[in-house]
């Protein structure tokens, strides 16, 4: 009698490591073909594939969220804020010594004016007095070649 297809013995899911001639009769319960579950072949511990079913699979690893690729600035936001703030300091600094620099040069004009009102003060007399000195002196000057220059007062 031909052995039917529905009516085979199960095999089991797990490898057989005996020797190459051993043979043992199967045994064990019979199963359908209608209620197998689906196969996948996965590899073991010794890198063979090995039949394992689909319900008895370890569950996957998540997949991993998606990774934010938008350009990022070139320069950390907070090092911006740092530099600008040190610039400003600088800039603040700058503005600040100008401004006493001009305060100092106000107390350093006014002495100068002072002194200059001073002695044109003391000097105005001495301007006003007139005296008439008229002197007239007639120079000539004659210029020959090769340099030579002779001066005559008259």
């Known amino acids: 009698m031909p052995e ?3 009516l085979r013995p199960a095999h089991h899911a797990a490898p057989h490591y ?3 001639g051993d043979t043992a009769p199967l045994t064990g319960p ?3 073909a209608a209620d197998r579950e689906p196969v996948v072949w996965v590899p073991d511990a010794y890198g063979q594939m090995v039949p394992m079913l689909k319900s008895q699979l370890p569950a996957s690893a998540p997949q991993s969220p998606p990774r934010d690729l938008t350009p990022q600035p ?3 936001p907070r090092a911006q804020i ?3 703030a040190g610039i400003a ?3 603040i600094g700058w503005g600040v010594g100008q401004a006493f620099t001009a305060f100092a040069g106000i107390g350093t004009g006014s002495v100068m004016w002072a002194a200059l009102g001073v002695a044109a003060w003391k000097i105005a007399p001495a301007m006003t007095r007139t ?3 008229t002197t007239v002196t007639t120079i000539h000057n004659t210029n020959r070649w090769f340099g030579t220059s002779h001066t005559h007062n008259r």
């Open 4 to 6: 039917s297809p529905l």
């Open 82 to 84: 740092l530099a600008a």
């Open 18 to 20: 005996g020797l190459p």
């Open 74 to 76: 070139l320069i950390h």
């Open 131 to 133: 005296t008439t000195n």
């Open 30 to 32: 019979i199963e359908l």
């Open 89 to 91: 300091a600088a800039g």
